[in-house]
């Protein structure tokens, strides 16, 4: 990704304590990701499917469709925070991107540390990596979910973009550095001027897919259950597609965060 470039390594200057750390503790983190009996990692779900298309294009509904299926549990945005995984999502981006030169691509174990969990990806941080998930993962099946660029881009300022430059700066959230890590990868920190470069990027990166033979299906928000069931062989449930918003309840969880801090200094 060219944008990649413009930004990075300002990035890494201004964060060079952050990646610092994460190179430093990186091996001990991981550790704790994976040890797993055997008897476990035989109930280990099998990665089933890769939903690699950007924010804001209905992921939280597909993921949530793909888990009325049996295919779960999806690894969605709300996992992050939730299985302490933001400096492995930082090293994942300082080590594989841009794709098309990556630092120190990362093997499907590294990948295991994060996803071994799961059935199924979607949204961010996961689609942030087409290539290198595909190349890991390469018996799943690839869903595209797709928008045209100026509802996209709408979506995006009114949510992703406002909540970047919006926050309050005496309230750090435990997914800014991750936050900051993905907006200087994806735009180069300046979305007014790169953020449909990078939307048409990705679509060309994820499409590529397509042509090197993998099971692919290009998803848009109203395409409902059949499309789907017939892309993954099942039939077609007998209840409405599920139309969600991850990032309303993402919003509503930041601001409890925020007021049990107040609450706890309240009392200090």
Aim: overall charge negative; aromatic content about 10%; some cysteine.
């Amino acid at each position: 990704m060219f944008i990649f470039g413009l930004a990075w390594d300002h990035y890494k200057t201004d964060n060079k304590r952050v990646f610092t750390r994460v190179k430093n503790t990186r091996t001990i983190e991981i550790r704790s990701h994976t040890i797993v009996s055997s008897s476990q990692a035989t109930a280990m779900p099998e990665m089933k499917v890769l939903v690699l298309g950007l924010p804001r294009t209905g992921t939280q509904s597909l993921a949530d469709a793909l888990a009325h299926l049996s295919i779960s549990p999806v690894y969605h945005m709300r996992e992050v925070s939730k299985n302490a995984h933001q400096d492995l999502w930082i090293s994942a981006i300082a080590d594989n991107l841009p794709a098309s030169a990556p630092a120190d691509p990362w093997p499907r174990d590294r990948w295991d540390t994060l996803l071994s969990a799961f059935a199924a990806v979607s949204d961010f941080p996961a689609s942030l990596f087409p290539t290198a998930l595909a190349a890991a993962y390469p018996d799943c099946a690839i869903i595209h979910t797709t928008r045209d660029f100026e509802s996209w881009e709408a979506s995006m300022r009114d949510t992703l973009i406002h909540a970047h430059h919006h926050h309050d700066p005496d309230r750090r959230s435990p997914m800014e550095g991750l936050a900051n890590a993905y907006h200087a990868a994806c735009w180069g920190d300046d979305f007014d001027k790169n953020g449909r470069a990078y939307f048409e990027e990705h679509h060309d990166e994820v499409r590529r897919l397509k042509k090197d033979g993998k099971r692919f299906l290009e998803f848009r928000p109203g395409d409902g259950w059949k499309p789907l069931c017939e892309f993954l062989g099942v039939e077609v449930p007998n209840i409405p597609f599920p139309r969600s918003d991850d990032w309303v309840e993402y919003k509503k969880q930041i601001k409890r965060e925020r007021q049990e801090q107040k609450d706890y200094e309240a009392t200090v």
